[in-house]
């Protein structure tokens, strides 16, 4: 590489800030313990994070003994204590940091005027004074110095120009803009962004960074218009946790940043193939649920349930994914098949898991699979394989099952009105019975006398797991030292009962035929 080519190259990387471990615990219901902390700490310097925001060693005891035990244990990212503007908290935060291979000190105060007015209730004389005073100081500790101007996005241009010359000067080798309260716009923020980059007399001194809230949705869009304005650091979280409606997610950051490389053409030093083991790590540990339409790293984000994308997925999956599942540490797509899927997604699945099914009977078995999946929120393998099981092979049987109507309880007799097609023409009765399967099959020995048929087992298990899982049945039928079994399947456990037994005695038909003397 040219040293032209080094320059560019440098010029255009983006520094990957992660604050999971102090923003991101400060979400209701996020803290970790030092072990919970620790864990994640070491996933995140495996996975490429540059600077990895730690804690906040003055707020309590615990925080103070998570950053130094991070600093002790960290290879590659620098380590980051957050500090108000006090040398109480600086100094707290140096102690922290001591053992650490690479610390940084990151010390803020607020700017806005509404900020200043009636939260620190200073001056904006007194708030330049102490923006001075805690870089300075927190420079003795270390020549990584990190100063934000909180609320910076509602702050007014000639003050917020100001502080920031003033940071520089004092030793800040990074600058940080929040939009705390993620009030800003893209547009806005770059525009913001761009200000100080003409304005501001020793910008070129330190790093510009972007930390954006996510209360209007715009979070990963604003920090993306501040890295187009020039900044090169952006501050983020596994998730977005963070504050009220978290921060923006690292994992949408960077795999914005790896897709559209057209738009965005910058670089850093994430394997994004460890970002949905990240994730999920972070999510188990803290007990908050990726919601499944999350980008990047939700459930749904790599599946495909309609018909119409699912077809286009098996031709070629550039139709509907701008991203391999591979490239954010997934094995492959999914296709979920329920109520939305077409008939060649179907196939695919029953060839994928080893069947085959001719066009005939597949004609059956898809009516039978749009009904089940109307009933049914996901379809799983298990129901796939036991509708095959209970479909495939039968277009020769003597019985085939076309209706069934049950009224059972506490009141009254228990009822089962039943129509089967038998050789071909439909045949139907009504009987009672002590409980609503034995009415099902009385009715079918009033359909199909077989007098000298036993059952010998019936037996249900659930397909799969939930309320809504599929019920498997198995019937057992001895006539003349004769056994046959008989599975079903359905939605609906009676039914299931009933296509069970009625297999069975298909079976049965079958042995009586091949028994009788040519």
């Known amino acids: ?35 919970e902390k620790l864990k994640i700490a070491y996933l995140l310097d495996e996975m490429g994070v540059d600077v990895i925001e730690a804690g906040f060693p003055i707020a309590s005891a615990g925080d103070w003994e998570a950053v130094n ?19 109480k908290d600086i100094e707290a935060s140096a102690s922290a940091l001591k053992p650490a291979r690479q610390s940084r000190i990151h010390t803020f105060i ?10 620190l209730q200073m001056t904006p004389e007194a708030v330049l004074e102490a923006v001075a005073e805690s870089v300075t100081f927190a420079r003795s500790f270390t020549d990584d110095v990190e100063w934000s101007a909180e609320d910076g996005s509602r702050t007014e241009d000639d003050f917020l120009c100001q502080a920031v010359e003033i940071a520089i000067k004092c030793g800040a080798t990074t600058i940080n803009i ?37 209360d209007l949705g715009l979070a990963v869009a604003n920090s993306l218009a501040g890295v187009q304005a020039g900044a090169r650091q952006i501050e983020c979280t596994i998730n977005g946790i963070g504050e009220r409606a978290g921060n923006a997610a690292l994992e949408e950051i960077v795999m914005a940043i790896r897709t559209r490389n057209d738009k965005a053409p910058f670089h850093n030093n994430i394997k994004t193939e460890m970002l949905t083991k990240a994730s999920k790590t972070l999510s188990t540990t803290v007990g908050f649920n990726v919601q499944p339409n999350k980008a990047i790293v939700g459930a749904n984000a790599f599946a495909h349930e309609s018909g119409i994308h699912q077809d286009g997925m098996l031709k070629n999956a550039q139709t509907y994914e701008i991203m391999t599942p591979e490239s954010v540490g997934l094995k492959k797509s999914e296709l979920v098949l329920g109520k939305h899927s077409g008939r060649h997604a179907l196939k695919d699945k029953i060839q994928s898991l080893g069947y085959d099914i001719g066009d005939n009977a597949f004609q059956d078995f898809f009516k039978r699979f749009k009904d089940l999946a109307d009933k049914k929120k996901e379809i799983f393998d298990e129901d796939i394989i036991a509708l095959i099981d209970d479909e495939v092979g039968r277009d020769h049987d003597h019985i085939k099952f076309r209706a069934l109507q049950i009224v059972a309880g506490t009141e009254g007799p228990q009822t089962a009105e039943m129509k089967l097609i038998v050789d071909g023409v439909e045949k139907h009765t009504k009987v009672n019975g002590n409980g609503p399967v034995d009415a099902i099959f009385k009715a079918i020995r009033d359909i199909v006398p077989h007098e000298n048929a036993h059952l010998q087992l019936y037996q249900v298990h659930a397909v799969t797991g939930g309320t809504d899982a599929q019920a498997g049945v198995t019937v057992r039928l001895e006539e003349e030292g004769k056994t046959v079994t008989g599975q079903g399947s359905d939605s609906d456990t009676l039914v299931a009962s009933a296509r069970a037994y009625i297999h069975a005695l298909n079976k049965l038909m079958t042995k009586r035929l091949k028994s009788k003397p040519e």
């Not at 929040?178 to 003409?198: C, F, H, R």
């Open 1 to 35: 590489m040219s040293d032209i080519q080094q320059t560019v190259n440098e010029a255009n990387r983006v520094i990957i800030f992660d604050t999971t471990l102090r923003d991101g615990e400060q979400s209701p219901g996020c803290s970790m313990n030092l072990e």
């Open 69 to 87: 035990e991070i600093a002790k244990v960290l290879k590659n990212s620098i380590v980051c204590g957050l500090s108000r503007a006090t040398k």
């Open 110 to 119: 607020s700017t806005s005027p509404l900020h200043m007015k009636y939260k």
């Open 178 to 214: 929040p939009d705390t309260v993620g009030y800003s716009v893209p547009e806005e923020y770059a525009a913001q962004i761009k200000m100080l980059m003409n304005r501001v007399p020793n910008i070129d001194k330190a790093r510009l960074s972007v930390h954006c809230h996510n």
